[in-house]
T-cell receptor
Framework: DAMVIQNPRYQVTQFGKPVTLSCSQT?????MYWYQQKSSQAPKLLFH???????NEADTPDNFQSRRPNTSFCFLDIRSPGLGDAAMYLC??????????????FGPGTRLTVL | GNSVTQMEGPVTLSEEAFLTINCTYT??????LFWYVQYPGEGLQLLLK?????DKGSNKGFEATYRKETTSFHLEKGSVQVSDSAVYFC????????????FGKGTKLSVIP
């Protein structure tokens, strides 16, 4: 089945120690998104790629960066995690923007714990 | 920008009860409308969608109708099951060229046997 895969499902890191989360997709979608979801809150968009074009949300902290080396993979790098970065990180994909192509499909998420 | 007002939870229902979760939105143009469901410890799953006025999205016994005149997209199910216990998010996405889902705060549903 075509899907969005996130690894690992659970990640523990130490305060200030860089961490990378990964996402892959078999849907061959053009757009990939990273969301942050804190406990009992709605997901918040951090950034997204349309193909290789990177789009950063205005309020995404500089501590968060992303890479998309090819269509299938996208990475979220947290350079110096703080306690406030503990959250569920969700990857999503969509075929395109706009009507007909805008449905976003989510992966299972990576739960990040910062000690 | 878009905004969503979603029924506050938590909502607790007995099995086989009727479910309504209200959602109203403000958005520019003609947004696509989505309901996502999140089971405990999981990512979001698309539950249903509607892309134009009067469209009805349906899936797994859930339904929602795109009501442009009232800017609403209420979620309904005639008979809930324990397995429907989850958090439900309403989310409009504005039209061509747009990519940003505006999520409501989520409504936690607990169904008891």
């Amino acid at each position: 089945d075509a899907m969005v895969i996130q690894n690992p499902r659970y990640q523990v890191t130490q305060f200030g120690k860089p961490v990378t989360l990964s996402c892959s997709q078999t849907l061959n979608h053009n757009v990939m998104y990273w969301y942050q979801q804190k406990s009992s809150q709605a997901p918040k968009l951090l950034f997204h790629y349309y193909d290789k074009d990177f789009n950063n949300e205005a309020d995404t902290p500089d501590n968060f960066q992303s890479r998309r080396p090819n269509t299938s993979f996208c990475f979220l790098d947290i350079r110096s995690p703080g306690l406030g970065d503990a959250a569920m990180y969700l990857c999503a994909t969509s075929r395109s923007y706009g009507q007909g192509g805008d449905t976003q499909y989510f992966g299972p998420g990576t739960r990040l714990t910062v000690l | 920008g878009n905004s969503v007002t979603q029924m506050e939870g938590p909502v607790t229902l007995s099995e086989e009860a009727f479910l309504t979760i209200n959602c109203t939105y403000t958005a520019t143009g003609y947004p696509s409308l989505f309901w996502y469901v999140q089971y405990p410890g999981e990512g979001l799953q698309l539950l249903l969608k509607a892309t134009k006025a009067d469209d009805k999205g349906s899936n797994k016994g859930f339904e929602a109708t795109y009501r442009k005149e009232t800017t609403s997209f209420h979620l309904e199910k005639g008979s809930v099951q324990v397995s429907d216990s989850a958090v439900y998010f309403c989310a409009p996405l504005s039209g061509a060229g747009s990519y940003q889902l505006t999520f409501g705060k989520g409504t936690k549903l607990s169904v008891i046997p």
